[in-house]
């Protein structure tokens, strides 16, 4: 699953199993590292396009449990920007991912299964 995300680039709409569209791909992040390699050190200041400073913010910032941090990390995710004034943010894993085709992510899974941002 995880040479779906490499075909996932930011910009990309996102649509769930119901053909709703979801918003659109923020972030991408391969799979394969742990927490104590993201770090979870003091950002401000630091490069926010850094891959690991980027990561240790946002799920910092995201209030993400340290089991769903580590499970995100090691498998990879997509950060969504969700469409809406009221709409949440949230974060996909790759075997959520049905299909990659130009310009869009279609999932396996409707909106209320993805992890919902706070």
Excluded: C
Excluded at 14 to 35: C, P
Excluded at 75 to 93: E, K, N, P, T, V
């Amino acid at each position: 699953m995880n040479n779906l995300l490499d075909k996932v680039s930011s910009g990309m709409k996102v649509f769930d199993v119901e053909g709703d569209e979801i918003g659109e791909v923020e972030r991408v992040q391969a799979g394969g590292e742990t927490l104590a390699q993201a770090g979870t050190t003091d950002l401000s200041g630091a490069d926010q396009n850094d891959p690991i400073n980027w990561i240790a913010h946002a799920f910092t910032t995201d209030s993400v449990p340290e089991e769903l941090r580590e499970r995100l990390l090691s498998q990879g995710f997509i950060r969504i920007d969700a469409d809406g004034l009221f709409a949440s943010d949230r974060y996909l894993l790759p075997d959520q991912i049905a299909a990659v085709a130009t310009g869009r992510v279609d999932l396996n899974v409707r909106k209320a299964d993805l992890i919902k941002l706070k």
